[in-house]
Each structure stands twice: as structure tokens, then as C-alpha cells.
């Protein structure tokens, strides 16, 4: 690497690390997101020459696909250990593996989302990217963004209006967060 790769290498680092550690904590926890970030920044090391100017939905997608590697990989973990557990001669066990029960109905609401919408919205409301950038980073259009995100908050309006969320005045927090705007 030349020094001056180097440098922006680094300066690239200091200034986005932390928002694609935020991302990949609303993704994958505080436990694993700094294995992304790690991954992250050592694919942009490796392609520097390939970060554009504006290097942030550059660097949510390279984040992203570390991510969906990650989960593919936890996966397969979980179908060995299955398999492992179901060939094993003595008696079978309780699964060591619980689902974590959400405690917000907004993030309990997020995961009946079709994963396409879910992300969509994430990208807007919590990662503050504009519909052209976040199209970027989900490798579609803007156009097919935004229908992404126009769906995902009609269902997140009738998901968080049903009863077993508690009622609808949640749907209208949602909009003044900034979900329900267009």
C-alpha cells in the first residue's frame, strides 16, 4: 500500500468506524459487531482504491454483506449442531439456543417485517441515510427503495396497531420518529 492509501485508509477509519459500528450493533449485537467492523475496514484495506468519495453507504454495504456472511456461518453452525445432536446414541437435550425476547414492541415489531423492508427502515432511521444512499448500500434502485420503505411502514403501522403490541398510538410514535415520513 502506497502512503498515501495508507493515510486515507486511516483517515477513512477514524471518521466512519464508529457509525459502522453502530450499524453493525443494530444488527448483530455488541458481541460480534466489532468482528464487522474489523472485516469491514480490512476489505476497504484491501480495495482502497475502490472507496468512492462519499465512502459511508460504500462502507454499510461491505458492513452488510460481512453481516449476512456472519449470519450464514452461524447457520450452518446451528444445522451441524443439529445434525451433531440428532446422530448422537443418548437421549436428546433441551436446545442451548434461546430467542431473546424483545422488550420493545418497535424492535419485536421489526422482526415480523419481511427482511427487505426491515432493512430498509433501518438504513433511513437509524443509520440517517438519504433513499439514494441507502439504495446503494441494499443495491437496488431509488425508486425500488423507496417502495421498499413505503411498505415497510404500512406494515409496521398495522403490525404495531394490533392488539398484542398494545393498540395503535404506537403506529403514530413511529411516524414522529421519522419512520413514517416520506
Known amino acids: 500500500m502506497k502512503p498515501f492509501e495508507r493515510v486515507r485508509w486511516e483517515d477513512l477509519y477514524r471518521s466512519h468506524a ?4 453502530a450499524f453493525a450493533c443494530r444488527r448483530v449485537g455488541r458481541e460480534d459487531a466489532p468482528d464487522v467492523v474489523a472485516e469491514t475496514f480490512l476489505v476497504a484495506w484491501r480495495r482502497i482504491d475502490q472507496v468512492p468519495t462519499e465512502p459511508l453507504p460504500w462502507l454499510y454495504a461491505v458492513a452488510r454483506n460481512v453481516v449476512a456472511n456472519l449470519r450464514r456461518g452461524t447457520q450452518r453452525r446451528g444445522a451441524l449442531w443439529d445434525r451433531l445432536r440428532h446422530s448422537a446414541a443418548s437421549e436428546p437435550t433441551a ?3 434461546r430467542e431473546v425476547d424483545a ?3 418497535v424492535l419485536s ?4 417485517l419481511p427482511a427487505a423492508e426491515r432493512e430498509a427502515l433501518m ?3 437509524w443509520e440517517d441515510l438519504d433513499v439514494r444512499s441507502a439504495a446503494s448500500v441494499m443495491g437496488c434502485s431509488p425508486g425500488t ?3 421498499r420503505i413505503h411498505r415497510g411502514r404500512r406494515h409496521m403501522k398495522t ?3 394490533a392488539d398484542e403490541f398494545g393498540g395503535g398510538s404506537r403506529g403514530n410514535a413511529f ?3 421519522g419512520g413514517g415520513q416520506s
Do not use: E, K
Not at 464508529?18 to 459500528?21: A, E, H, L, R, T
Not at 415489531?109 to 415480523?112: K, R, W
Open 18 to 21: 464508529g457509525q459502522v459500528y
Open 95 to 97: 436446545d442451548p439456543i
Open 103 to 105: 422488550t420493545s414492541s
Open 109 to 112: 415489531a421489526m422482526q415480523l
Open 123 to 125: 438504513l433511513v432511521a
Open 145 to 147: 427503495f423507496a417502495v
Open 159 to 161: 403490525i404495531l396497531a
Open 175 to 177: 411516524d414522529r420518529a
